[in-house]
């Protein structure tokens, strides 16, 4: 009699569990749907491709404002204002950025002094450039190769829409957690963190090998139509791919392609860029001022070498 009031109550408790698995896993199922619903649906230029991104634009330039004001006030005495590599940074950016499907963004283009090849943009068109990439990028033409890639990064909204997959994946992975037993305090606090979630940008997240093929691509039409040889392009992922067989892998490889199938496809691409560039030589963006010509020196950047090499 006793063990038969034990048995059911185990088997009570487990129905208990299995319930409270399954209203979790639809308040789960529910919070994706909403999430992908709540996206919204847009087009990228130049690919055409159809993407949802986390955030409104007017979101996205408010939350990649903040992030950017932290990330360069941490590294304040790092950051070059004036000189020929400040200077040419800015004028490379603007002159791309006036020829980019631009929404509106407020772009910044700051240079960084330190040895990390390395650059990145936030969204709403907050862009970084490390001292280390300029002798890499060795003139205007390789620099135009950098900071077309990011401002092509931040036109196609890749920050949102990278946001909209973690939190996608998130959501999947607390379904599969809540399927294998109780939520643990950890898993709790994310739960919260995702229904915050939007509320913050975090911290720099890495695109996915489509975005930056989609950002090479898009970036070779808009330095091409700024009247930059995209051409040069080539030329500066050879470099990079032999610097990253040095003692220090620059993290812009690394985190990036292949460099063999990244020329491979800028190969393949080039074609409809330098229809792009002929236009562009031919017609208005004539009146800009030709690519400067000047060498990248990082090594005249002031404490070039000595920061730190983890930025
Ligand atoms: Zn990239």
């Known amino acids: 009699m006793q063990r038969q009031v034990r048995a059911v109550a185990v088997q009570e408790r487990g129905y208990a569990e299995i319930a409270s698995v399954g209203l979790l896993l639809a308040i789960l199922v529910g919070f994706a749907l909403f999430l992908y619903c709540r996206a919204e649906e847009q087009t990228v230029p130049i690919t055409g491709r159809t ?106 909204q890749h920050g949102a829409e990278r946001m909209l997959q973690e939190q996608l994946t998130q959501v999947g992975l607390l379904a599969v957690s809540a399927t294998l037993g109780g939520l643990d305090p950890a898993t709790r606090g994310t739960v919260l963190a995702l229904f915050g979630a939007g509320a913050q940008l975090g911290v720099l997240l890495p695109f996915s090998r489509d975005m930056e093929s989609e950002a090479d691509r898009i970036g070779l039409i808009y330095m091409a139509r700024a009247g930059y040889n995209p051409e040069a392009a080539i030329g500066f992922w050879e470099r990079m791919a032999a610097a990253r067989d040095g003692p220090e892998p620059p993290e812009y490889a690394s985190t990036h392609p292949s460099n063999e199938s990244r020329i491979a496809d800028i190969r393949k691409w080039l074609p409809e860029a330098m229809e792009e560039y002929r236009k562009a030589t031919e017609t208005g963006t004539t009146m800009l001022p030709p690519p400067a010509g000047l060498l990248l020196q990082p090594a005249r950047v002031p404490h070039a070498a000595a920061a730190s090499a983890s930025g």
């Open 51 to 156: 993407q949802r991104v986390a955030l409104s634009e007017e979101d996205q330039a408010t939350l990649g404002a903040e992030a950017y004001r932290d990330i360069l006030a941490e590294s304040a005495t790092e950051i070059v204002r004036t000189g020929p590599e400040a200077t040419l940074v800015r004028r490379v950016g603007e002159r791309i950025a006036e020829v980019a499907d631009d929404p509106g963004f407020a772009w910044e283009f700051t240079l960084i002094a330190s040895p990390t090849k390395n650059a990145w943009c936030l969204p709403g068109g907050k862009v970084a450039i490390y001292s280390g990439i300029l002798e890499v990028a060795q003139d205007e033409e390789g620099l135009a190769v950098v900071m077309a890639h990011e401002i092509a990064h931040a036109i196609a």
